[in-house]
Nanobody
Framework: QIQLVDSGGASVQSGGSLRLSCATSGFTFSRNCMAWFRQGPGKEREAVAVTDAVSRTSYATSVQGRFTISRDNAKSMLYLQMNSLKSEDTGMYYC?????????????????????WGQGTQVTVSS
């Protein structure tokens, strides 16, 4: 069956960096669109980055220039490199298998696009 296992979350100081990983199995990773969502305290879960099957990417305005989503199709792995972290980046981060769409120009998937979630990994940024 389809499995997504998130890891890499931690507590860091403002300005620090983290790399999240998502190990996947049970589907043809290279042919699918993948995304990272986050849910801050008291906030809705929302996408922060998405990559399609040919590694085109799109980012939320709030993370543009600081976060980089990438994929290793040979290993069926998804990553999120997060630099210059801010306190407002605090939240639970979820890897997601999403239906493909035209994710360009800042367009991001919505929760309705999600076919499967990872279990989440906590990122806490302290100032």
């Amino acid at each position: 069956q389809i499995q997504l296992v998130d890891s890499g979350g931690a507590s860091v100081q403002s300005g620090g960096s983290l790399r999240l990983s998502c190990a996947t199995s049970g589907f043809t990773f290279s042919r699918n669109c993948m995304a990272w969502f986050r849910q801050g305290p008291g906030k809705e879960r929302e996408a922060v980055a998405v990559t399609d099957a040919v590694s085109r990417t799109s980012y939320a305005t709030s993370v543009q220039g600081r976060f980089t989503i990438s994929r290793d199709n040979a290993k069926s792995m998804l990553y999120l490199q997060m630099n210059s972290l801010k306190s407002e980046d605090t939240g639970m981060y979820y890897c997601a298998l999403v239906g493909c769409d035209d994710y360009t120009g800042g367009v991001l998937p919505r929760r309705g696009h999600v076919a499967r979630w990872g279990q989440g990994t906590q990122v806490t940024v302290s100032s």
